[in-house]
């Protein structure tokens, strides 16, 4: 039976602001209190949603933001007129981020140190964060280049550019705040009157927080469940026996409890509702994406290299075959750590994946 197309999944969805985006340096209300800002991106994934919350802290009127796009000059002109113009002339009284990647975290210090707040963030992303901003950890550089070589990657021209790039992280998050406010798993965290609950989420991140309020129904995903596009998820030469598709796919039961009508604001797309088929449309996605790398590896060993064109049917350029890559070790290792495929090193020291 074929598969559903993006668009039949997403035609289940329901956009509650239909075709509408924030103009930039605009806002629009998606809720009480909740304003929606889009910033853009320089690469394939073009835009970056952010979240203005109406807020309060010991007696100030104000905002709360939530995440804050790359560190790039841009950006920074698409905030100053989100200040100008969305504000209504109240300060930002706190910066908080649902994980350590560049498009949610890239800004954040410049964003504390400008409004003197408090960056809110998990301890393990914070960390994470921090480290990845001072070295090469997981996005590039020499021990990226030794990782995607086991794993079948022998073009000397990609190895090499992405040896080159071990200042990738750093790039785009030049720095991260020196302290910060730890937030947590099931921690309600008061916003304009209203319990924001965190609900943390693996497999992406290393532990993403997103947001719920049940007084208004209101789910910011952060990348978690998204409408459209599938959430990356991906091994990294840190952790280069992880399974973060597990993870992923344990983290989504997390949000089946919140009702059906539930609105949610995504990190990439549009806000809407239809939570629970996107959870299951989410699921169904990896299970056959599984089943697919199972039955080539019934055929012959293969690389993650090798289940790159089986997991992706457009072209990729060497950017996003990275991410591939990483998401084609994560679906190996899934069926491996469950025990439907054996790994082998070969001669050439590249991992193999059979059938069991």
């Given at each position: 039976?074929?598969?559903?197309?993006?668009?039949?999944?997403?035609?289940?969805?329901?956009?509650p602001?239909?075709?509408?985006?924030?103009?930039p340096?605009?806002?629009?209300?998606?809720?009480?209190?909740?304003?929606?800002?889009r910033?853009?991106?320089?690469?394939?994934l073009?835009?970056?949603?952010?979240?203005?919350?109406?807020?309060?802290?010991d007696?100030?009127q104000g905002?709360?933001?939530?995440?804050?796009?790359?560190?790039?000059?841009?950006?920074?002109v698409?905030w100053e007129?989100?200040?100008?113009?969305?504000?209504?002339g109240?300060?930002?009284?706190?910066?908080?981020?649902t994980?350590?990647?560049p498009?949610h975290i890239?800004?954040?210090?410049?964003?504390?140190e400008?409004?003197?707040?408090?960056?809110?963030?998990?301890?393990t992303?914070?960390?994470?964060?921090?480290?990845?901003s001072?070295?090469?950890?997981?996005f590039?550089?020499e021990?990226?280049?030794v990782?995607?070589?086991t794993?079948?990657?022998?073009?000397p021209?990609?190895?090499?550019?992405?040896?080159?790039r071990a200042?990738y992280?750093?790039?785009?998050?030049?720095?991260?705040?020196r302290q910060y406010?730890?937030?947590?798993?099931?921690?309600?965290?008061?916003?304009?009157?209203?319990?924001w609950?965190?609900?943390?989420?693996?497999g992406?991140a290393?532990?993403?927080?997103a947001?719920?309020?049940?007084?208004?129904?209101?789910?910011?995903?952060g990348?978690?469940?998204?409408?459209?596009?599938?959430?990356?998820?991906?091994?990294y030469?840190?952790?280069?026996?992880g399974?973060p598709?597990?993870l992923f796919?344990e983290?989504?039961?997390?949000y089946?409890?919140?009702p059906?009508?539930?609105?949610?604001?995504?990190?990439?797309?549009?806000?809407?509702t239809?939570?629970?088929?996107?959870?299951?449309q989410?699921?169904?996605?990896?299970?056959?994406?599984?089943?697919?790398?199972?039955?080539?590896?019934?055929?012959?060993?293969?690389?993650?290299?090798?289940?790159?064109?089986?997991?992706?049917?457009?072209?990729?350029?060497?950017?996003?075959?990275t991410?591939?890559?990483?998401?084609?070790?994560?679906h190996?290792h899934?069926?491996?750590?469950?025990g439907?495929?054996?790994?082998?090193?070969c001669?050439?020291?590249?991992?193999?994946?059979s059938?069991?």
């Open positions: 039976m074929t598969a559903p197309t993006k668009d039949a999944l997403e035609s289940r969805l329901h956009y602001q239909g075709a509408a985006l924030p103009e340096g605009r806002a629009l209300v998606v809720a009480p209190g909740v304003k929606w800002i910033m853009t991106l320089p690469f394939a073009d835009h970056i949603n952010l979240w203005l919350l109406r807020d309060q802290i007696g100030v905002w709360t933001v939530v995440d804050c796009c790359i560190a790039r000059d841009e950006a920074k698409q007129q989100v200040f100008a113009n969305e504000l209504d109240l300060p930002v009284l706190r910066v908080l981020v994980h350590m990647h498009d890239g800004l954040a210090d410049w964003l504390c400008k409004w003197q707040v408090m960056l809110w963030s998990s301890a992303d914070y960390n994470a964060a921090r480290i990845a001072q070295s090469t950890t997981g590039g550089g021990s990226a280049m990782f995607f070589g794993h079948g990657m022998t073009d021209d990609d190895l090499e550019k992405i040896r080159q200042g992280y750093r790039n785009l998050v030049p720095s991260v705040p406010r730890r937030i947590m798993d099931g921690q309600l965290v008061r916003i304009g009157g209203r319990n609950r965190c609900i943390s989420g693996y992406h290393p532990e993403h927080i947001l719920y309020c049940a007084d208004i129904q209101t789910l910011i995903s990348d978690m469940v998204l409408p459209r596009i599938s959430t990356n998820v991906s091994v030469d840190v952790e280069p026996e399974d598709l597990a796919l983290s989504l039961d997390r089946l409890p919140l059906a009508d539930t609105l949610v604001l995504p990190s990439h797309g549009k806000p809407f239809g939570l629970h088929e996107r959870i299951q989410l699921k169904d996605h990896h299970r056959d994406r599984l089943a697919e790398v199972h039955e080539a590896c019934q055929q012959a060993p293969c690389s993650a290299m090798d289940m790159i064109p089986v997991l992706f049917t457009r072209a990729l350029d060497l950017h996003q075959t991410f591939a890559m990483g998401e084609a070790v994560a190996l899934r069926l491996w750590f469950d439907q495929l054996k790994r082998e090193r001669g050439d020291g590249i991992y193999r994946f059938a069991t």
